[in-house]
C-alpha cells in the first residue's frame, strides 16, 4: 500500500509571500496523487489532483503541485498568499484497497497579515 | 444539490451510550465513506460502502458498524462508546472509485464522550 508523508505540521507566511508545502509518497507503479484543503470548521475539499499527463496541475485560487517521480514529491505551491489561503491542506494517495484513500497527517497554513 | 449533510454537528456521550452518526447525500454517489480525524494524524478511513447493500471494513473499523439501505444514506453506529472514539467523524461520497472518483465530504461530525 502506498503512504504520504508531509514534513511540516504548520507553516505559517506573511500574506502576499510565496509558500510551499511538501508531501513525499512511496514508489508505486501507479501514481495518483491529491491535494484537499479543510478550511476551519468545514470539510475536506479538492485543491487539486494528478492522474497523468503533465506533471504540473494547477488550481482555480492559483495553487499548483509539480509531480517529480524521481524525487517522489507532490509539493503545493502558490507565488502568493492570501489571508483566505489560512487551512490545513492534506495530501492523499490511493490506499490498500481500490476504493480508499490515504491521507498524510495534514499542514496547517497560517497566513499572518 | 445540498451535497453531503451530516447530523448532529455536534455530540457528548457517556461512555457505554450509544448513538447513530447521520450521512446523507443527494448526488446519487454509489460510492459513500466514514472517516474520523484526530488532531495531527490525518483522517483514517472507519467504513465504506460501493453501493446499497455493500459495505467494507476500513483501516480503523473497530467499535463502529454501518449500514446502506440506499443510496442516500449511509449510517455510522457507535454502539459502547468509548473515550478513544472522541474525534471528529466526516462523511463523504464520490461517483466512482478511484483515482478519478473525487470525493465530497460532509461538515463533519464533533463527537465527545466523557
Known amino acids: 500500500a502506498q503512504s504520504v508523508t508531509q514534513l511540516d505540521s504548520q507553516v505559517p507566511v506573511f500574506e502576499e509571500a510565496p509558500v510551499e508545502l511538501r508531501c513525499n509518497y512511496s514508489?508505486?507503479?501507479?501514481?495518483?496523487l491529491f491535494w484537499y484543503v479543510q478550511y476551519p470548521n468545514q470539510g475536506l475539499q479538492l485543491l487539486l489532483k494528478?492522474?497523468?499527463?503533465?506533471?504540473l496541475v494547477e488550481s482555480i485560487n492559483g495553487f499548483e503541485a509539480e509531480f517529480n517521480k524521481s524525487q517522489t514529491s507532490f509539493h503545493l505551491r502558490k507565488p502568493s498568499v492570501h489571508i483566505s489561503d489560512t487551512a490545513e491542506y492534506f495530501c492523499?494517495?490511493?490506499?490498500?484497497?481500490?476504493?480508499?484513500?490515504?491521507f498524510g497527517k495534514g499542514t496547517k497554513l497560517s497566513v499572518i497579515p | 444539490n445540498a451535497g453531503v449533510t451530516q447530523t448532529p454537528k455536534f455530540r457528548i456521550l457517556k461512555i457505554g451510550q450509544s448513538m447513530t452518526l447521520q450521512c446523507t447525500q443527494d448526488?446519487?454517489?454509489?460510492?459513500m465513506y466514514w472517516y474520523r480525524q484526530d488532531p495531527g494524524m490525518g483522517l483514517k478511513l472507519i467504513y465504506y460502502?460501493?453501493?446499497?447493500?455493500?459495505?467494507d471494513k476500513g483501516e480503523v473499523p473497530n467499535g463502529y458498524n454501518v449500514s446502506r439501505s440506499t443510496t442516500e444514506d449511509f449510517p455510522l453506529r457507535l454502539e459502547l462508546a468509548a473515550p478513544s472514539q472522541t474525534s471528529v467523524y466526516f462523511c463523504?461520497?464520490?461517483?466512482?472509485?478511484?483515482?478519478?472518483?473525487?470525493?465530497?465530504f460532509g461538515p463533519g461530525t464533533r463527537l465527545t464522550v466523557t
Open positions: 463523504a461520497s464520490s461517483q466512482g472509485g478511484l483515482p478519478i472518483g473525487e470525493q465530497y
Open positions: 514508489s508505486s507503479v501507479s501514481v495518483y
Open positions: 494528478y492522474l497523468s499527463g503533465s506533471t
Open positions: 492523499a494517495v490511493p490506499g490498500s484497497g481500490s476504493y480508499q484513500l490515504t
Open positions: 448526488m446519487n454517489h454509489n460510492y
Open positions: 460502502s460501493v453501493g446499497a447493500g455493500i459495505t
